[in-house]
């Protein structure tokens, strides 16, 4: 090839990128010599590590942060991480951005609060937060001042992270496990790393600490129980294959169930735009995770909320899932094999109930099916009796659900951000 053609491509290659990167067009802001494979490497990680869910309030500002963050000791806001000099990290260096990403700490010093996930950040690689760099620093700067801290008192106080980050934080680089193979290990990379699955998936502390004898086996917040992720049979992924969980995380649907709630989110701005290769390992790293094993017993057939239960399921939700519970694939949920209806709280199906939900729209599943609310029309009683039978048929074990469980739920789902 003479080198006016291998001139000639490599413009052709760059325009490319330009388009398949929309962000950096509106940027104007690329300094000669710019290493375009490093920010597209970038705009990569950063969409695998979700961070457009935090810290985009709406489409029109990108990255300009003020998304509220729901914890358990008041509201974060996610700042901005646009380049402008005011109000975004413009005047940062690339070693004070490794800083906060990776070990929790702003320029100035003060501690972040672990609702930035510095604590899964910190097992990035070198490579990867300078190539997460070079992409912010292409992002159109915009103006938006954003007042970050609105935590209850004494959890305002950000001296209190001190004593926090010694308890809690472990900072290092992840390390491959030599025992497993390089796709286990990827997996395990970009689980613990990046992907920061533990922050919602792992239960926590009183102070907001991981479990870590629990890891990966369910929590509630936001109004939402993130279910098992381990290889739990019957309350985590045991029942599904490797590819049904690769179909989950690239289209937020599979023939068991569709992603709503935060993980619709987490489906949308993130594992819907991860390679297969990378989804594949992800799904051999959590095929691998033990789970807890056992469950209770079941709640009697014979008893009077399970007989109640019944028949308002039969009247209401029979249509849709079927009086076996099996839906319909890729459209319709599959109660009967579902760990989000099994799981240890009914947090999220007593949500669902009263509010609905809808599930993600994605390139290759976009139908993205909604079940309406049933909170004007059952009483407590009633959803309590239908939570029951759900959660203690098909197989299924789970303690009776209360009528009071469902007054707490109807006053939490008011004080949650929507």
Known sequence: ????????????????????????????????????????????????????????????????????????????????????????????????????????????????????????????????????????????????????????????????????????????????????????????????????????????????????KQRFQGYSLQGWFAPSITNDPARGLGNWSSQDLIEYLRTGHNRFAGASGPMAEEVAHSSSKMTEEDLAAIAVYLKDQPGQGTVGKPVSPGNGMMTAGSAIYQDLCAACHRADGTGSAYLIPDLARSSAVASREPTSVLRVIIQGARTVGTRDEPTAPAMPPFGWQLSDPQIAAVSTYVRNSWGHAASATAASDVRKARKDLKSHTQ
């Open 1 to 212: 090839m003479c080198e006016r053609c291998k001139a000639h491509l490599a413009v052709v290659g760059r325009l490319a990128l330009l388009l398949a990167c929309p962000v950096l067009t509106r940027a104007g802001n690329l300094p000669s010599g710019q290493d375009f494979t490093q920010i597209d490497r970038g705009r990569y990680l950063t969409a695998v590590a979700d961070c457009a869910a935090c810290h985009t309030l709406t489409g029109d500002y990108p990255f300009a942060g003020g998304r509220p963050i729901e914890t358990p000791f008041g509201i974060v806001a996610a700042p901005n991480i646009t380049p402008d000099r005011a109000s975004g990290i413009g005047n940062w260096t690339e070693k004070q951005f490794d800083v906060a990403l990776r070990a929790g700490r702003r320029p100035d010093g003060k501690m972040l609060y672990p609702a930035m996930p510095f604590q899964y950040y910190t097992r990035l690689n070198d490579a990867d937060v300078q190539a997460i760099w070079a992409y912010l620093k292409t992002l159109e700067p915009l103006h938006h001042e954003v007042e970050t801290n609105r935590l209850h008192f004494p959890y305002d106080i950000r001296a209190g992270m001190r004593l926090w980050d010694a308890l809690y934080f472990k900072p290092g680089v992840f390390k491959p496990d030599p025992g497993k193979s390089p796709q286990w290990n990827r997996g395990a990379y970009l689980v613990v790393g990046p992907g920061h699955c533990a922050a919602c998936h792992t239960p926590k502390g009183i102070l907001g600490d991981d479990q870590e």
